[in-house]
């Protein structure tokens, strides 16, 4: 049974950072395509970054292009979500998710595995 834990949110002035983390237990990152997305009040979850399970190939939705850097430690068996010039608009519950298949996706549904949530509010 894969678990997934994430870390790392809380309150930041925008403009700030915040790295967050997703623990994976139960079986190697690297066996998976990982993916961050994020849920905001009265909205559906919508897709934020991905990296693939071989080479680590990165993908990411147009409005976090060169704000926010997903990466992945093999050794540590986490994943991380460097998001740098937050705004308030990215204020929302961040979730971290594994898929089994390959293929490139960005659709919710189609992730296996999720972490509980962990909350990030941006002030203005």
């Known amino acids: 049974q894969v678990q997934l834990v994430e870390s790392g949110g809380g309150l930041v002035q925008a403009g700030g950072s915040l790295r967050l983390s997703c623990a994976v237990s139960?079986?190697?990152?690297?066996?998976?395509?990982m993916g961050w997305f994020r849920q905001a009040p009265g909205k559906e979850r919508e897709f934020v970054a991905r990296?693939?399970?071989?080479?680590?190939?990165?993908y990411y939705a147009d409005s976090e292009k060169g704000r926010f850097t997903i990466s992945r430690d093999v050794a540590k068996n986490t994943v991380y979500l460097q998001m740098n010039s937050l705004k308030p608009e990215d204020t929302a519950v961040y979730y971290c998710?594994?898929?089994?298949?390959?293929?490139?996706?960005?659709?919710?549904?189609?992730?296996?595995?999720w972490g509980q949530g962990t909350q990030v509010t941006v002030s203005l």
């Open positions: 990296i693939s399970h071989v080479g680590g190939t990165t």
């Open positions: 139960g079986r190697a990152v690297s066996n998976y395509a």
């Open positions: 998710a594994a898929r089994i298949s390959v293929g490139l996706t960005t659709t919710p549904k189609t992730y296996d595995y």
